[in-house]
């Protein structure tokens, strides 16, 4: 994977991230977890992409996303002359692109019950984003337990107990890692850094997600970060 840096330029950006091969566009590694999700995915599947970085929370965040997408939002795949943005979209091209790579599960059952979980991952679960927002470097234990967070934390919980007793034999959801790991990774991340107390077969799933290599690829890169974000910090639960 390689990473470029943006060009000041927003008329010359996108010519320059244009280049043969794939190109995801992503924002800070340690809060931006709608990013983490399709980068996981391409990372730990081998799918070689360059990376674009851009900083959230800045004067000049939304120009520089209206660079790459008029959805004003990341991440963004750049393939060729198409433009994919949102996660899910992004993983199901992926997918498509590279099925000898098996990014679903191959049994039917279990890649139907994947795709449903992780749709519901990808619509749902708003008060756990609002209340417990992702901070990869920050730890605060026991905070943004409101009634709808600890909802939405039961309910993960139910998904992940039922995936791992069916079909997670081999330690992930479905046994092999797939897109559905990737979409309940920033899941984790808000576990650990909220100190979610988890019944040991969950936290042992957690703790295997934490060692896989392209979740702790991210999350070493998430922490060297130095970047300000003043939006999103003032947005963190308070004691």
């Known amino acids: ?44 599947f081998n799918i070689p992409f360059t990376e674009v970085r851009l900083l959230l929370d800045q004067p000049d ?8 997408s008029h959805a004003g939002r990341v991440p963004v795949l750049l393939a060729g002359e198409m433009t994919i943005w949102d996660s899910l979209a992004i993983c199901e091209y992926l997918a498509e692109q590279f099925p000898d790579k098996h990014m679903w599960p191959q049994d039917v059952a279990a890649r139907a019950l994947a795709r449903s979980i992780t749709a519901e991952m990808h619509s749902g679960f708003a008060a756990l984003r609002n ?17 709808g967070a600890q909802a939405d934390i039961g309910r993960i919980c139910e998904i992940w107990e039922d995936c791992l007793a069916r079909f997670g034999h081999r330690g992930f959801l479905f046994g092999d890692f797939s897109i559905a790991d990737a979409f309940y990774a920033p899941v984790v991340m808000r576990f650990t850094t909220y100190g979610v107390a988890l019944a040991p077969a969950l936290q042992a799933y957690c703790d295997r997600m934490l060692a896989h290599p392209a979740v702790a690829r991210w999350v070493e890169e998430a922490m060297r970060e ?14």
């Open 1 to 44: 994977m390689q990473t470029i840096e943006l060009d000041p330029t927003l008329s010359t950006t996108l010519d320059h991230a244009r280049q043969p091969g794939l190109t995801l566009v992503i924002g800070n590694k340690n809060i931006s977890s709608w990013s983490m999700r399709p980068w996981v995915a391409a990372v730990a």
């Open 61 to 68: 965040t939304a120009a520089k996303i209206a660079a790459y």
């Open 131 to 147: 209340d417990m927002s992702m901070n990869i470097q920050a730890r605060l234990p026991g905070r943004g337990r409101t009634p």
């Open 226 to 239: 130095t970047d300000p974000t003043p939006l999103h910090d003032a947005d963190l639960p308070r004691a």
